[in-house]
């Protein structure tokens, strides 16, 4: 089934998904790899324009997500669930979407302020939109920091509830099976 059901997400929300989560954990790579080489390394320019195109990909299949929940809501949490529980879960997926489209903000402006565009890919420039100022250049890149790791923690708290109520026992609580 293409499209979300009662108790069970589609096949594409359930491709958005573990994509995001691939591209995601493949950027973290990226970006400690290019922080740990030293800046006249050619290995570093390269994994930045790696580190930037999949950014814009992550951040154009953020939106393909929520427009797709959109015409496809999620199927509704099970009522096994305590209050707090539901409430968490709702507020780690909010967060998340909008960390997943800050954190490439994030990284377009600090790039931008740095006097770059973004090239897709090799396919097609996204342009600097602000003008080169070295200040706001390492604000973002600091913002981009911070929110990166706050989402770290996010999905490994997303795993946790996954993973929590897979191991519990009881019909209905094991939410993972709703998007494997």
Do not use: C
């Not at 009662?6 to 989560?21: I, K």
């Not at 691939?22 to 790899?33: A, Q």
Request: proline letters at 6%; aromatic letters at 12%.
């Amino acid at each position: 089934m293409l499209t979300n059901g009662p108790d069970r997400y589609g096949v594409v929300s359930r491709a958005l998904h573990w994509f995001t989560a691939l591209l995601f954990f493949g950027m973290l790579v990226l970006g400690l790899t290019m922080a740990s080489l030293d800046d006249a390394d050619p290995l570093k320019a390269q994994l930045l324009f790696y580190h930037q195109s999949t950014g814009l990909l992550i951040f154009v299949l953020t939106l393909a997500r929520l427009g797709w929940l959109a015409f496809s809501p999620p199927p509704p949490l099970p009522e096994t669930l305590q209050q707090w529980e539901i409430l968490l879960a709702q507020a780690v997926r909010i967060l998340m979407y909008l960390l997943l489209l800050a954190v490439p903000v994030a990284g377009y402006l600090t790039l931008a302020y740095d006097g770059q565009d973004v090239r897709f890919f090799g396919l097609f420039p996204v342009p600097a939109l602000v003008g080169q100022d070295a200040v706001l250049h390492e604000v973002f890149e600091e913002v981009h920091e911070v929110l990166v790791w706050t989402l770290f923690l996010l999905v490994v708290l997303h795993i946790a509830g996954a993973v929590k109520h897979r191991l519990e026992l009881g019909p209905g609580v094991d939410v993972l099976r709703r998007m494997v």
